[in-house]
């Protein structure tokens, strides 16, 4: 089994910046896959950012230039640097650890962005 937590929201003004974590502990592969997603209050959750094992990314197109993802592969840890922030932010951003055995999530923290 695997273990996420997040840490790193927060209130925020718009234009601003935050920086989530996300630590993985437990029976970690090699070769896996951890993404962000959020989920603001009545939509539904979404993938915000992704990233492999080797160092492959890839962006929602509403965060493209301004979420960065990246990873630590010796803690494990995956990041994310939200930079530009906007209101359309705000919501509750979750990590994802995926990897051949299937998917284990984090609890979420919660990102809010006022204007």
């Known amino acids: 089994q695997v273990q996420l937590v997040e840490s790193g929201g927060g209130l925020v003004q718009a234009g601003g910046s935050l920086r989530l974590s996300c630590v993985a502990s437990g029976s970690i592969l090699s070769i896996n896959t951890m993404d962000w997603h959020r989920q603001a209050p009545g939509k539904q959750r979404e993938l915000v950012a992704t990233?492999?094992?080797?160092?492959?990314?890839k962006y929602a197109d509403s965060v493209k230039g301004r979420f960065t993802i990246s990873r630590d592969n010796a803690k494990p840890a995956v990041y994310l640097q939200l930079n530009s922030l906007k209101p359309e932010d705000t919501a509750v951003y979750y990590c994802?650890?995926?990897?051949?055995?299937?998917?284990?999530w984090g609890q979420g923290t919660q990102v809010t962005v006022s204007s």
């Open positions: 990233i492999v094992s080797v160092g492959y990314t």
């Open positions: 994802k650890y995926r990897d051949s055995r299937g998917d284990f």
